[in-house]
């Protein structure tokens, strides 16, 4: 897999992005579940 410069901060945007929504989403899931 290869990853181009310019896709670089895509990926930064979506680890800072995504992580919190991750750790919320799964914590709210085993609160409920």
Request: net charge positive; aromatic share 12%; hydrophobic share 60%.
């Amino acid at each position: 897999m290869v990853i181009l410069p310019q896709e670089v901060p895509v990926g930064v945007m979506t680890a800072l992005f995504g992580a919190p929504f991750f750790i919320a989403l799964v914590r709210r899931g085993a609160r409920y579940g």
